[in-house]
């Protein structure tokens, strides 16, 4: 992550298209560890889009962090984590995460303290819980 000519983030997103339904999960896995030790203990962001947010540019946003002890680990993040809409980055009025129709998942990482710096995160699987 650079600051220089205003950055300050860096992100990867999958996308499905029209949608898929999640509904009957309660949220999403991933299995992570710092890919390096300079990563370890950084936070991330997990982002859902669903289909109204493909139209409005708006996101949902879920902080995880990695463990300090550089092995794999299991993060599972509930969909009601998403509780707050924003587009870049201010709150905006809109209803829930529709889970019926998941658009694009992503990971950021954003500036902030010690996350300024090159940055390893290693993703095994991405996936939901029931």
Do not use: H
Not at 20 to 34: A, C, N, T
Not at 76 to 92: L, Q, T
Not at 103 to 126: I, Q
């Amino acid at each position: 992550v650079r600051l220089e000519n205003n950055g300050g983030f860096s992100s990867v997103r999958a996308s499905f298209g029209s949608g898929i339904d999640l509904s009957q999960f309660q949220g999403f896995y991933m299995d992570v560890r710092p890919g390096d030790e300079a990563s370890a203990g950084k936070e991330y962001l997990l982002i859902v889009k669903d289909d109204e947010c493909m139209t409005t540019q708006v996101n949902f946003k879920a902080k995880f962090g990695t463990g300090k002890k550089g092995g794999w680990e299991r993060v599972k993040v509930p969909f009601a984590a998403f509780d707050r809409p924003e587009r870049m980055g201010r709150a905006v009025m809109r209803g829930a995460l529709r889970t019926e129709a998941v658009c694009e998942v992503g990971l950021m990482v954003l500036k902030g303290e010690g996350n300024v710096g090159a940055f390893a995160l290693d993703v095994l699987e991405l996936g939901c819980f029931k």
